[in-house]
């Protein structure tokens, strides 16, 4: 009988184990999903970061674009005041008329750079609003972000507090398994990446059946919820061997028997 009542304790301290590592399991994909949002938050910041740049460097070209034709349109209008003081002391008719077509033609190339650089004058206010505006948007942005960032990195770390505290627990369960049980629960475990104990567990249905209530037991599987063949589980719960779902093939374990054989309901019968 002790050796019975054995292989249930050990059960139990296997249960246990298999609870603390189903919750280092839950804990270390937590940690992965929040170590993979701070990376996401980081890639939003520089992606925003870098943005600005390119807008800075747009506003800076566009800049220098507008300070090129500025000097360039004055270069032409020292050129058109000198032939026009040339002009004015011309030599003859030819030398006037030629002069006369210089300032036209320099003129002509005034009036075009003027309007190109009104356009690039336009363009740079566009740009520096922009700027302002992405700015503003972005400090706001930038703000949340990292607000966001130091409430997930404040998560990450209690997550490895507590990961830190289930990896001690483990370590102080695993000596009360017994060794032939934790090397099966290993295998499965490193081979199947689910639990290897089920619970058979119990459901009491309480029906009318004409003037009598009649109780049925059933078991289900805790970890592919099949029912129970109800004869497995009173052998089961004899513990004398190991017995596994018919189903998922996982050991189970009766934590709360079935008493004695399932009375034949009719507790209502006057
Ligand atoms: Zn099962």
């Known amino acids: 009988m002790s050796h019975n009542l054995d292989l249930s304790d050990q059960l139990a301290e296997l249960y246990t184990l298999q609870e603390i590592d189903e919750e280092i399991a839950d804990l270390t994909e937590r940690r992965r999903r929040v170590i993979q949002e701070l990376r996401t938050i980081q890639q939003e910041v520089e992606a ?3 943005d600005l740049d390119r807008l800075r460097d747009e506003v800076k070209r566009a800049q220098v674009e507008q300070h090129r034709l500025q000097v360039e349109l004055d270069g032409l209008q020292e050129r058109i005041k000198r032939y026009q003081e040339q002009q004015s002391n011309a030599k003859d008719g030819n030398e006037y008329l030629a002069l006369q077509k ?36 972005s400090k706001a942005f930038l703000e949340d972000r990292q607000q966001v960032f130091r409430e997930r990195r404040a998560v990450g770390r209690e997550l490895e507090r507590a990961l830190e505290e289930a990896r001690t627990r483990r370590e ?8 032939d049980l934790l090397r099966r629960y290993d295998h499965w475990r490193s081979r199947r990446k689910t639990t290897f104990l089920a619970v058979a567990e119990k459901h009491v249905a309480v029906e009318q059946v ?18 129970l063949p109800i004869q497995l589980v009173v052998e089961a719960q004899k513990f004398s061997r190991l017995y596994e779902c018919p189903s998922c093939h996982r050991v189970l374990w009766v934590r709360d028997p079935l008493e004695r054989i399932e009375p034949e309901a009719d507790e209502a019968e006057s």
């Open 172 to 179: 102080a369960q695993l000596v009360r398994v017994n060794g």
């Open 210 to 227: 004409g003037r009598n209530q009649q109780r049925t037991t059933i078991f289900t599987c805790s970890g592919c919820h099949m029912t």
């Open 48 to 50: 925003r970061r870098a």
């Open 102 to 137: 210089q300032i036209e033609t320099s003129t002509r190339q005034a009036d075009q750079l003027e309007e190109r650089l009104i356009e690039a004058m336009l363009r740079l206010d566009a740009l520096r609003e922009q700027l302002e505006r992405k700015e503003e948007e």
